[in-house]
């Protein structure tokens, strides 16, 4: 019969030869392995979120001056805001659902911190809904001349415009 200290010692002897298959150090190096495996892999890095961003923000002042000259200041000042409702909350919820902001600001990093990031993306989602709910609010209460269709459009647009960026970007990455 096996006592705990030799199963305990098979079992620590099956893991470590079965190091070959864990990709990073920590797990290397607690069960006894090579210090080196995670070198094989380069570290993951951020997602480009102020890029995306000043792109969004760049198409909209774009085809704000194009709508400006062509058809008017109402629709210009429409779509701009529109844009704006979408590019200010999202460039919100990237830099703090990625600890890009705030006060653990570049803190989450490995898996141990899986639960803090968790935490952080529901927080930045959070603040992300708000602030596009007051935002719509503030201006459907204080813009007089507005066209609501425009505003809504320009939205979409931009929601759309973000998801055709996340993708291209990301697969370039």
Not at 9 to 21: G, K, P
Not at 63 to 92: D, K
Not at 96 to 114: D, Q, T, V, W, Y
Not at 131 to 146: D, P, R, Y
Request: aromatic residues 10%.
């Amino acid at each position: 019969m096996v006592n705990d200290r030799e199963s305990h010692t098979i079992w620590r002897d099956l893991l470590v030869e079965s190091t070959a298959s864990f990709l990073h150090n920590s797990h290397a190096q607690f069960l006894g392995g090579k210090e080196n495996l995670a070198g094989l892999f380069p570290p993951m890095r951020n997602p480009p979120v102020v890029q995306i961003s000043l792109i969004q923000l760049a198409v909209v002042l774009l085809a704000v001056v194009a709508l400006e000259f062509t058809l008017g200041r109402v629709i210009a000042l429409s779509a701009l805001l529109g844009g704006a409702l979408c590019v200010v909350p999202n460039l919100y919820f990237g830099l703090r659902a990625f600890e890009l902001l705030g006060p653990n600001r570049g803190k989450i990093r490995g898996a141990r911190a899986s639960q803090r990031a968790v935490g952080s993306f529901y927080r930045a989602e959070t603040g992300k809904f708000v602030m596009t709910l007051v935002g719509f609010a503030l201006v459907f209460a204080s813009v007089k001349t507005l066209n609501p269709a425009v505003l809504f459009i320009s939205y979409g647009l931009c929601v759309i415009l973000q998801w055709i960026l996340v993708a291209r970007l990301h697969t370039k990455g």
